[in-house]
């Protein structure tokens, strides 16, 4: 079966600077990842996803990019705010429609 | 749309009892899921149904745990007996057919304690 793998499990940056947060898959079957922010106890919602026939989408502050050769793709958010703050999810989906999470990322952004 | 409605928010039950969960999907959604969250284990997929059908259930912990979907509307996951090793959030979740690969939408969950 598909597994993701998500580094780093924890990130702190200060409010302004960036965050980068990375997964890979193994299953090449895999063509469509999505990725869910959940604040502290709340439903995980999702922010951004990417097919597998794009190499990268952006959507104001946050951009992802998909490496389908080397089976990793990133989430990018530009210009942190405190409210980012949050865990990250990533997520690999095939065709079949099961979709493998990774651990996720608690994401701290310090004002 | 009202979104994916889970109920109840909260669970405390006593170690033996049954509990059972309640989820209704987002109209129109084919695809319905059940997650559980824990800290130790992330966010684990226990079962999903795809009109209504149980298409993979592997991820269902062992037979204590059982679920349905009678009709388009409706799904419950059943625990018979819980344990307190089940305490976690249960989380319903539903797509449009992934033909298109659409996200996920999840309910609010469901917090079990089992004492």
């Known amino acids: 079966g598909e597994n993701v793998e998500q580094h780093p499990s924890t990130l702190s940056v200060q409010e302004g600077d960036s965050a980068v947060i990375k997964c890979t898959y193994s299953?090449?079957?895999?063509?469509?990842f999505p990725w869910y922010k959940q604040e502290l106890g709340k439903r995980p919602q999702l922010i951004i996803d990417i097919r597998s026939n794009v190499g990268e989408k952006k959507d104001q502050r946050i951009a992802v990019t998909l490496n389908k050769t080397a089976k990793h793709f990133s989430l990018h958010i530009t210009e942190t705010q405190p409210e980012d703050s949050a865990v990250y999810f990533c997520a690999a989906s095939d065709g079949a429609g099961k979709s493998t999470f990774g651990d996720g990322t608690t994401l701290t952004v310090k004002p | 749309d009202a979104g994916v409605i889970q109920s109840p928010r909260h669970e405390v039950t006593e170690m033996g009892q049954e509990v059972t969960l309640r989820c209704k999907p987002i109209s129109g959604h084919d695809y319905l899921f059940w997650y559980r969250q824990t800290m130790m284990r992330g966010l684990e997929l226990l079962i999903y149904?795809?009109?209504?059908?149980?298409?993979?259930d592997s991820g269902m912990p062992e037979d204590r745990f059982s679920a349905k979907m009678p009709n388009a509307s409706f799904s419950t996951l059943k625990i018979q007996p819980s344990e307190p090793r089940d305490s976690a959030v249960y989380f319903c979740?539903?797509?449009?057919?992934?033909?298109?690969?659409?996200?996920?939408?999840f309910g609010n969950g469901t917090r079990l304690t089992v004492t």
């Open positions: 979740a539903s797509s449009l057919s992934p033909v298109s690969n659409s996200p996920l939408h």
């Open positions: 149904f795809n009109n209504n059908v149980p298409i993979d």
């Open positions: 299953d090449s079957a895999s063509n469509y």
